[in-house]
């Protein structure tokens, strides 16, 4: 399969999953990490995570709620954590196929261009 460039991640939708999608392996992830900036594969190879220091609890609130909006209109959804007031944690993978699927770089791809270029990784 050739690897997936931003743009064509960004146009694409999620596909609604209850199982039965395909599983991307360590070798596949890799390829498409390099479509997603700023998102890093976990050890065991089934989820990717991206951390961002938002300034402030405010900014940081107002990023969880675009996330939320974007996993409610992609029907895939991340695990989300703020810690330290200001900093959030974004895990992606997909729960019903215990690893991950074109669903988690999909969401991830659209939350990079939420944070545009201004974000910093914390
Ligand atoms: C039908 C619907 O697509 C599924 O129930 C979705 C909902 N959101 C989901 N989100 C994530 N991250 N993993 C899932 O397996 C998942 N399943």
Same mark, same amino acid.
């Given at each position: &399969? ?7 991640l960004v146009q694409?939708?999620c ?6 999608v395909?599983?991307i392996?360590r ?13 890093t594969?976990?050890?065991?190879g089934?989820a /990717? ?8 609890f405010?900014?940081a609130m107002?990023?969880l709620?675009? /996330?939320?909006?974007v996993?409610?209109?992609?029907q895939?959804?991340?695990d989300?954590?703020l ?5 959030v944690?974004i895990d &992606?993978?997909?729960?019903? /196929?215990?690893g991950?699927?074109?669903n988690?770089? /999909?969401?991830a791809?659209?939350i990079?261009?939420?944070l545009?270029?201004?974000s910093t990784?914390a």
């Amino acid at each position: &399969m050739t690897n997936p460039t931003t743009d064509s991640l960004v146009q694409k939708r999620c596909v609604p999953c209850e199982g039965g999608v395909p599983k991307i392996d360590r070798d596949s992830a890799v390829g498409f990490l390099a479509a997603t900036p700023g998102w890093t594969l976990d050890d065991e190879g089934k989820a /990717i995570f991206r951390k961002v220091n938002c300034g402030n609890f405010v900014k940081a609130m107002k990023l969880l709620q675009s /996330i939320a909006d974007v996993a409610e209109a992609e029907q895939h959804h991340p695990d989300l954590h703020l810690t330290g007031y200001r900093h959030v944690r974004i895990d &992606m993978t997909t729960h019903a /196929i215990g690893g991950l699927s074109e669903n988690d770089f /999909i969401v991830a791809a659209k939350i990079n261009q939420l944070l545009g270029d201004s974000s910093t990784t914390a």
